[in-house]
């Protein structure tokens, strides 16, 4: 299940140089960063935990129950992102 950052985001840009799938960027019409959910695996792959959601001071990231997929979905995801 992708990650996705809800309207309480203040903008710190804490949690984009944390992600492994640069899933992260920062939507500059909504003052807020905003989530890729075709590139966020949950950091499976490359991390036990969410790494975003431990760096943001505000606790605005959840999953996302419109992106639900198995462990196995998402470790295909991050192999098929960083394969050469
Ligand atoms: S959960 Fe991991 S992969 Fe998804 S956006 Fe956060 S840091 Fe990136
Ligand atoms: S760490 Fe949290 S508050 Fe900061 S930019 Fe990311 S989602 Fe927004």
């Given at each position: 299940?992708?990650?996705?950052i ?47 959601v ?31």
């Open positions: 299940m992708a990650m996705r809800t309207e309480e985001c203040i903008n710190c840009a804490a949690c984009e140089p944390e992600c492994p799938n640069q899933a992260i960027s920062r939507d500059e019409a909504a003052s807020l960063f905003v989530i890729d959910p075709a590139r966020c695996t949950e950091c499976v792959g490359a991390h036990d935990e969410p790494e975003c431990g760096v943001c001071p505000v606790d605005c990231i959840v999953a996302d129950p419109e992106h639900a997929e198995t462990r196995d979905d998402l470790q295909a995801k991050y192999e098929r992102l960083h394969a050469a």
